[in-house]
């Protein structure tokens, strides 16, 4: 038994409609007899079930792949993004799927940020009194957002504020399964660091954060030490950062991010953000 799913599509905000469609291949001996399909949304640490149901199920002859079930599933409500499985059972048949459910998000405070004007547009919902980071009110924020190598990223980090700087972030998904095709991407890893606090990653740079995978930076990169790499990995030629701190000679830390999409309105790319801007802040 297997469910249309893919990595665009399995990572949801509580509420959200799971389009699940749950599919069998039935080549046993003998036909299934009518029953239930069983599902079940269980935490992958602790065990925790968060959802579960059954869908009735007719008999099922032997033959090719058919759908049984569409049921309505609705993505749970929890309190922190958790990383998930979504279990399914019948006739003996079992299978399961890796999620990440998010809460509902409130809008950040951006009163302490500021963007530059390429990124502005971006920022305004998310962190509602962000400043144009070319206005007066704008250069006295403490930290600055700007795409790297810009006028507004140099004379941020100029004033001896935080600056986090965006690059690579646009292009075609930098992820391609098997080794006769492949990316720049081909094994990289998550440091156990607090700006990647509200995203339940396991580590590594899975399926689930394909989606927005682009190509990072070639190592080495000036400013960042091994140590402070958050996200990192192999990739054929070179090993590339993706996300990393950046230390400024003054002692000021900021952040590097580069081809990891933050920028589009997804749960993952905005829970990255959102963690770095809290560690920031916190410092």
Same mark, same amino acid.
């Given at each position: ?44 640490? @602790? ?47 079992? +299978? ?13 405070? @951006? ?13 305004k919902e998310r962190y509602p009194g962000i400043a144009s980071a070319q206005s007066a009110e704008g250069a006295r924020r403490r930290i600055v957002l700007a795409p790297a190598g810009s006028w507004t990223a140099r004379a941020a980090a100029e004033r001896g504020v935080s600056v986090v700087t965006f690059e690579n972030q646009t292009g ?18 998550? +440091? ?32 960042? %030490?091994?140590?402070?790499? $958050?996200?990192?990995? %192999? ?7 993706? *996300? ?6 003054? @002692?000021?830390?900021?952040?590097? $991010?580069?081809?990891?999409?933050? *920028? ?8 990255? *953000? ?10």
């Amino acid at each position: 038994m297997d469910a249309y799913f893919d990595q665009t599509n399995r990572i949801l905000v509580a509420g959200d409609r799971i389009p699940a469609k749950f599919m069998l291949a039935h080549y046993g001996g003998a036909a299934l007899d009518a029953g239930e399909l069983k599902w079940r949304i269980v935490e992958s640490s @602790g065990g925790k079930v968060l959802a579960f149901g059954a869908e009735p199920v007719g008999r099922q002859d032997v033959g090719a792949v058919r759908t049984i079930a569409e049921p309505a599933l609705r993505a749970p409500e929890v309190r922190k993004a958790v990383a998930a499985r979504l279990e399914a059972e019948f006739g003996g048949v079992a +299978n399961s799927w890796n999620f990440w459910f998010f809460p509902k998000r409130q809008p950040m405070s @951006g009163e302490d940020l500021a963007a530059d004007p390429m990124l502005l547009g971006f920022m305004k919902e998310r962190y509602p009194g962000i400043a144009s980071a070319q206005s007066a009110e704008g250069a006295r924020r403490r930290i600055v957002l700007a795409p790297a190598g810009s006028w507004t990223a140099r004379a941020a980090a100029e004033r001896g504020v935080s600056v986090v700087t965006f690059e690579n972030q646009t292009g075609l998904d930098n992820v391609y399964l098997g080794w006769w095709w492949m990316g720049s991407q081909m094994g990289s890893v998550l +440091n156990d660091h607090p700006a990647l606090a509200l995203l339940p990653h396991s580590g590594v740079f899975d399926q689930l954060l394909f989606r927005i995978g682009r190509e990072g930076t070639p190592l080495p990169v000036a400013e960042v %030490e091994e140590r402070n790499l $958050v996200m990192f990995g %192999e990739g054929g030629e070179h090993c590339y950062a993706y *996300l990393a701190e950046r230390i400024q000679k003054d @002692g000021t830390r900021g952040f590097m $991010v580069s081809g990891l999409d933050l *920028l589009s309105d997804t749960p993952e790319g905005t829970a990255i *953000l959102d963690g770095i801007l809290a560690w920031l802040r916190g410092r």
